[in-house]
Structure formats: structure tokens, C-alpha cells
């Protein structure tokens, strides 16, 4: 199998237009309407990143991207495709794969802890406002301050019926503690687990180095992450990747700039990430992106028209894939001219009229140079995935999960000692002292019984004698931080 970092061929005009691997950091973005084929280009740049020995991450939000695995040949519409762009190097095969799902049930579970999560980004998931999101960064700040680990749901409500039993002692060195924020918060704690989204927190939680993975062949791993259910709930499904895409950001080392990326991380309905987005978030997120391909990671978004995503976001994608847009009302024909002003200039070429004449499976397509500067704008046609079309079968499926390295790891739930059991072993000895001193009163010299002066120590205490810092280091990365640094906790 040949890996060198050959240019990544995936379209064809009067010639073929490729992503070279050395550019391919520098991000990307594949838009068109419904129905357009951006699909089938997401599993075309998929496949020739891994055929170069890149891994991939990629949601699959429609749950038609599990045939990776398998070779392709069942469709007469690709055989066609390949006879007609002479693709004398076509071959049909599959690649290797690792499927992922935060349910548990479609691939190896994906989880992460309540502290690595963060209280930004789990603020924006129970979509709370600034004053209950200002007191959720303080009850994570005093779990870190007293060792406490935040790991799963019932943690944080533990953490928040504490903070909230102790608000008046916690007030003079934290600030005030509004009660109704704290019921804001654990109503919003609820609904999460109604939709299910609480199982993704706990541990083992989800190793990134995992993800990095390449086949005997040297072929970079396509991880598929099962999204159809997540994507049920819009802004748990957005907010999980960006915490992916921050974590990665944070963790992996400065690589410059690789011959070729060292993962490559497609974005789906890349507009979720978007919506509704405090500005600064946004202004976190395209740090993010700025800074994330001096760590050897692409990132491309996927949405319907460039324009969901903010302008300082998109300047930054230099490798783009343009399918067709609508322009059936005046909003719709400003999009388009907007969209076609996005792209480098081609004389021959009408990008705006193009854009909305575009055939199924025919784009627009921009690509850097060696220099890193932009080609003229080509409409061309998308080569067509090597891998099968139709999606896994379960047993399929199966088979691929049980054969994984990683089967059994992930599979197996951990529940260690954290702030739920330390809480909860520290009220039960409490109430324990109090009921023996209540079955013997005494009276000392200054008036107090002995029960009131272990109640009153017991309050008093409570707020700065929790844990013995024990835990590992916390890093929380520029998206889950509480002030953007490290914590231990």
C-alpha cells in the first residue's frame, strides 16, 4: 500500500483538482443544499485521507456512511461516474474503520467527565443564562478548590445540592449563590437525562490518542461516529464535537506544519455549532480553529451555505467544495451572490449563475496551492467513493466492533469514588456524630450543649474541609476551562 503524501485527487474538470496533504490542515468546507452531493464528497476526502495514512473523524448524522468498510460496485451510478471522468487509477476497496457512538449501541462508547467537559460548554448544553451560568463555574470552582471529582451526573448534583445547603458560608469567599440558579441548573440536569444525554458523562472517558490510529496497511482509521439519535437533540450534538475539537486543540503537541495532517476532523451541520452561540464562545471557537492546524489537525465544515458559519470562521477555510444552491427567493439569491464572492475569481467562469445550475454530484471547487494561496474557482465533477454506498448491516456492524482493538475497554462503565460518594459518606458520618451526642447530652461551662457545638464546627467547616485534594490533574482545554488555564482538582 502506497502511503507517501500523494496529492489527494477529488474532482476532475478538464483536469483533475487535488488537496495537496501539506495544505490539508488548513481547513476546508463543503456546502450545498439538501440533496446536492456533499455526502458523497465528505466520503471521497475521507477516503483519500486515509489512503495516505491520515486518520479521519467524521459524524454520521444520516447513518449512511457505515459501508465504509466494504468495496464498492453495487452502484451503476458511480460505475458510470468512473467511466465517464476516466479515472484510470479506480479501484473499489474498503477501509478501515472504527465506529463510535455515545449511546453505546452503534460503536464503542463515547464518554468524557462532567470537569473535562467544563462549565462553559455544559452551560451551552442546559442553555443557561449568564447569571446560572456564572454559578455553575462557581460550583465547579469549588469542586476543584476541595478535590472533588466531577465525573458524572450524579456528582454535579450532589455538588450542587451542597453548594446550595452551604450558600451562606460559600457566599463570603466565592460570591453570591442564587438559589433559583441552582434549580435552574438541576431542572436543566433533568431534561438532559430525559433526552439521554447523560450517559456520555463518566468514565472510561474517551482516549484522543484513540483516534489517531492507522491499519497494518499504514491506512489511516475512519472513525464514524453514530449521530442520527444525538442529532435528535441539536445543540448536545454540536456542543459534544466542539468539546472534541477543543480537547484535541489542547491536548495534541505543536507540529508546525506536517506533509500532511495528522487528523483530519469533518464537522457536519456545521451551522449547529453556531446558533445561538454567546459571542464569546464564538470568538473561542474561531481561535480554535485559527491556532488547532499548528497542531497537525484539519478541520472541515459541512453545511448548506457558507454563510452559517461567521465570516472570520470562514476566511480561514482555504480548501472548498461548493454544491448547488436554491435561489427561489430574493434571501435565497443574495446567499448565492455571497456564496459565489467567497471564492477566487475564474474569468470563464459565472460563479453565481453556476452555483444554482450545479448537477447532483457537481461542484465548485477552490483548493490551495503550494504557496497556500487559493486556486481559480472550477466547476468540476466529484470523483466517487472507492467504499460501498449502502449502509452496514448490523451484523456487519458487529462484527466490526468485536474485531476492534479497542473492544471491551470502552464497553466496560467505571464508577470510582467522586464528589457523590465523598458527599455522601461525609453527611452520613456527620449525621452520625450528631445522633451519638444527641443520646448522651452534656453541658459545658459556657452554656452550649455539646451537639451544638458539633453542628455549628460541622457548618462552619464544611465549605473548606471537603477532600484532601487527592484526584489527578485536571487540564481543562480553551473551550472547558473555568478562566482558560489549568486546575488541579
Not at 466520503?43 to 459501508?67: C, H, N, W
Not at 456542543?239 to 495534541?252: N, Q
Not at 430574493?330 to 445550475?357: C, H, M, S, W, Y
Request: net charge neutral; proline share 5%.
Amino acid at each position: 500500500m502506497n502511503t507517501d503524501a500523494a496529492a489527494l485527487v477529488i474532482a476532475k474538470s478538464k483536469a483533475e483538482i487535488a488537496i495537496l496533504p501539506g495544505m490539508a490542515n488548513r481547513h476546508g468546507l463543503i456546502a450545498g443544499a439538501t440533496g446536492t452531493g456533499k455526502t458523497v464528497t465528505l466520503r471521497t476526502m475521507a477516503e483519500q485521507f486515509s489512503r495516505i495514512g491520515v486518520p479521519v473523524f467524521m459524524a454520521d448524522v444520516k447513518g449512511d456512511l457505515s459501508g465504509v468498510p466494504f468495496p464498492g460496485g453495487e452502484s451503476v451510478r458511480v460505475t458510470e461516474r468512473v467511466r465517464s471522468l476516466e479515472l484510470e487509477d479506480f479501484r473499489f476497496q474498503g477501509f478501515p474503520v472504527m465506529f463510535w457512538d455515545v449511546f453505546g449501541e452503534q460503536g464503542h462508547p463515547v464518554r468524557t467527565t462532567i470537569s473535562e467537559m467544563g462549565p462553559l460548554l455544559l452551560g451551552r448544553i442546559l442553555t443557561l443564562n449568564e447569571i446560572q451560568g456564572g454559578v455553575l463555574t462557581l460550583v465547579f470552582k469549588v469542586a476543584d478548590d476541595e478535590g472533588l471529582l466531577l465525573l458524572d451526573l450524579k456528582d454535579l448534583r450532589a455538588m450542587l445540592q451542597f453548594v446550595g445547603e452551604q450558600a451562606p458560608q460559600l457566599q463570603k469567599q466565592y460570591g453570591n449563590i442564587s438559589a433559583a440558579s441552582i434549580g435552574a441548573i438541576q431542572r436543566g440536569l433533568l431534561h438532559l437525562e430525559e433526552q439521554g444525554g447523560g450517559i456520555f458523562f463518566g468514565e472510561p472517558a474517551l482516549n484522543l490518542e484513540d483516534l489517531l490510529q492507522t491499519d497494518a496497511d499504514g491506512r489511516g482509521v475512519v472513525n464514524i461516529l453514530a449521530a442520527d439519535r444525538l442529532l435528535q437533540s441539536p445543540k448536545l450534538y454540536a456542543t459534544f464535537l466542539l468539546w472534541m475539537l477543543s480537547e484535541l486543540f489542547e491536548r495534541l503537541p505543536e507540529t508546525g506544519d506536517p506533509e500532511k495532517p495528522r487528523l483530519v476532523f469533518f464537522f457536519d451541520e456545521a451551522h449547529l455549532l453556531f446558533n445561538d452561540s454567546p459571542k464569546a464562545l464564538v470568538g473561542k471557537i474561531e481561535q480554535v480553529v485559527r491556532l488547532i492546524r499548528s497542531k497537525g489537525v484539519g478541520v472541515y465544515f459541512i453545511t448548506q451555505n457558507p454563510l452559517d458559519l461567521p465570516e472570520t470562521v470562514l476566511g480561514q477555510l482555504g480548501n472548498r467544495v461548493q454544491h448547488a444552491l436554491r435561489a427561489f427567493t430574493p434571501r435565497d439569491q443574495r446567499a448565492v451572490k455571497a456564496a459565489a464572492e467567497t471564492f477566487r475569481a475564474n474569468p470563464g467562469l459565472n460563479v453565481a449563475r453556476v452555483i444554482t445550475e450545479l448537477e447532483v454530484g457537481e461542484a465548485l471547487v477552490s483548493v490551495l496551492d503550494k504557496k497556500g494561496a487559493p486556486t481559480p474557482v472550477e466547476r468540476a465533477y466529484i470523483c466517487p467513493p472507492q467504499s460501498r454506498l449502502t449502509p452496514a448491516t448490523t451484523d456487519e456492524r458487529r462484527r466490526i466492533i468485536r474485531e476492534s482493538i479497542l473492544y471491551g475497554h470502552y464497553e466496560k462503565n467505571v464508577d470510582r469514588e467522586s464528589a457523590y460518594e465523598i458527599l455522601k459518606e461525609r453527611a452520613g458520618r456527620q449525621q452520625k456524630e450528631v445522633t451519638e451526642v444527641l443520646a448522651q447530652p452534656q453541658r459545658p461551662a459556657d452554656g452550649r450543649t455539646q451537639a451544638g457545638n458539633l453542628i455549628a464546627a460541622a457548618a462552619k467547616s464544611a465549605a473548606h474541609a471537603i477532600g484532601s485534594q487527592v484526584g489527578r490533574q485536571i487540564i481543562r482545554g480553551v473551550l472547558g476551562s473555568l478562566f482558560g488555564g489549568a486546575k488541579k482538582r
